[in-house]
């Protein structure tokens, strides 16, 4: 459809008439409108991409840098492998976080006030102290408890018994340490995005004879989801770089990978290129499936659905006006 | 006459420091239409929500169809009741909002079908055809697979008078059903009430609407700064108001 250029009021009614069609009545041909040049992006287009070539001939005539080293340590196994460990660490923590913060969150907003303490205990305790020092609290957990055993008190019967060393492992001290440390941050996510459900809704689900529990799984989370979303994705991006943090306690991750290599042929730099190229490709994929995963959840909402994500790149990189509607 | 369906005596209800209701007692019985008239913040829509216990009264008794709202006697004692006890007794008693309500993220037939289902735990085939039955009767057969958002006003609020009834209510409580519509919208609704009054459902309406009071109700209730000034049948109490406090209101309205 062609959208009419914006009239002066006045027109409008002369206009109306002769979009009636030809021999309409009287004969005026509607004025040519000029949008607003915006000079200044022009200018400011030119000089970014002064300093983004600069940028770039800087790196890349950089006689100090071998380039051929990048693709050729691209697909090395080393680096392969620590790309995996890396995924498959993010993932599992951010499973757990998420599930812990959907607990917690539903707990620091039940009428217990036992449930609601442990919950706010929980978040003091994790969001306050650096991650890094929980990694390697977990990690060195085997120094203070020897073993870890299960057992039925006072009847002195042991159903599990192991060494703690043997039990935590860079991966297990690396997934409990990112996990609970991402519980705490989900879970004010999670009360957020449950809070931002309108209270007429569990109203209106209790009216009808539903219970709590099944207020929430039924009427309250789906809602909250489409608020949940982003900030998680967020979460999660941030996730995956954050991994590179289990390196310091001996696990095998992408940042160690290259470590491991350059430690050897010393081209420190050219290795580090290879693991954020990898981290770039990573974090690339995860905000595309975030995009699709708004628009999945954005069913029912006033909002109009967003098109594809190639189309809002495009519209967002357009210098000139979109003149059409 | 039947046993009463709704008894309330002598309810009271705080709101911290303030007192929303001050002793208010009504009794309703079965196949009656009581319309509950007043200004704003005379307390008209906390009382209806005492009823079915989305506030905790503080004084007085309340009781529906012979048991008593969110409690239990054992002797001289109350129990308060657990929240399944309260929701299953919710399940009898069906409230439309005065802002709809419906649930955004499922559609019409969904909001429809989803307490039968999961409440009563009626198989859903059944639920889902009584459902296209229901949305018949409010005129939004056609709308059935919709999202709340793409509807109206007066559509959503039929839609959430049917959600109700696919409870199968003993009791209908609208609190201000028609406030938040624009006028031209109003009738459609009150229409789709008309129509469950004169199937003989006990409905407790809250409302502004005289005219509908007027024609519908058996019984018209004013009530002003939380308690019953006076009630009786609709053609004394809007034509030939008792009490000064009536006939200050209706002048103002009608």
Known sequence: ?325 | MSDPLVVAEGVEKLFGPQIVLKGVSLTVAPREVVCIIGPSGSGKSTFLRCINHLERIDAGTLEVDGELVGYRRAGDRLHELRPHEVASRRAKIGMVFQRFNLFPHLTVAENVVEAPCRVLKRPKREVVAEAETLLERVGLAAKRDAYPASLSGGQQQRVAIARALAMRPRLMLFDEPTSALDPELVGEVLQVMRGLAEDGMTMIVVTHEMGFAREVADRVCFMDDGCVVEEGPPRQVLGDPRHPRTAAFLSKVL
Request: charged share 10%; net charge positive; no cysteine.
């Open chain 1, 1 to 325: 459809m062609r959208a009419l250029p914006i009239q002066p009021a006045s027109a409008s009614t002369a206009d109306a008439v002769e979009a009636g069609g030809p021999g309409g009545g009287q004969q005026r041909s509607a004025p040519v409108v000029v949008p607003l040049r915006h000079w200044g992006r022009w200018i400011a287009a030119a000089l970014v991409l002064v300093v983004a070539g600069a940028l770039v001939s800087a790196f890349a005539t950089n006689p100090d840098i071998d380039w051929s080293a990048v693709p050729r340590y691209l697909f090395s196994g080393s680096i392969l492998r620590g790309l995996w460990h890396t995924l498959l660490l993010a993932l599992l923590a951010q499973g757990v976080g998420i599930a812990l913060g959907v607990l917690l969150a539903a707990m620091r907003l039940s009428e217990n006030p036992v449930t609601r303490s442990v919950s706010w205990l929980y978040i003091w305790l994790f969001r306050g102290t650096p991650l890094l020092v929980q990694l390697i609290f977990w990690f060195n957990l085997g120094l203070v408890f020897h073993t870890i055993s299960l057992s039925v008190p006072f009847t002195g019967l042991t159903l599990f018994s192991e060494s703690t060393n043997t039990l935590i492992t860079p991966f297990a001290a690396a997934l409990l340490g990112l996990a609970l440390n991402e519980g705490a941050y989900m879970a004010e996510i999670v009360r957020g995005g449950l809070l931002g459900v309108e209270r007429g809704q569990t109203e209106a689900a209790y009216a009808l004879g539903m219970t709590p529990g099944l207020t929430l799984r039924r009427i309250v989370l789906p809602q909250a989801i489409r608020i949940i979303i982003p900030p998680t994705g967020n979460e999660f991006i941030n996730m995956l770089k954050t991994t590179s943090l289990a390196s310091v306690i001996a696990y095998d991750d992408l940042l160690n990978g290259a470590k491991n290599i350059y430690n050897q042929n010393l081209q420190t730099f050219e290795l580090l290129i290879v693991a954020s190229i990898w981290y770039l490709v990573a974090t690339s994929i995860l905000t595309i499936g975030q995009f699709y995963l708004e628009r999945h959840y954005a069913r029912g909402s006033s909002a109009a659905l967003a098109p594809s994500l190639v189309e809002v790149w495009k519209r967002s990189l357009t210098l000139r006006r979109m003149v059409k509607a």
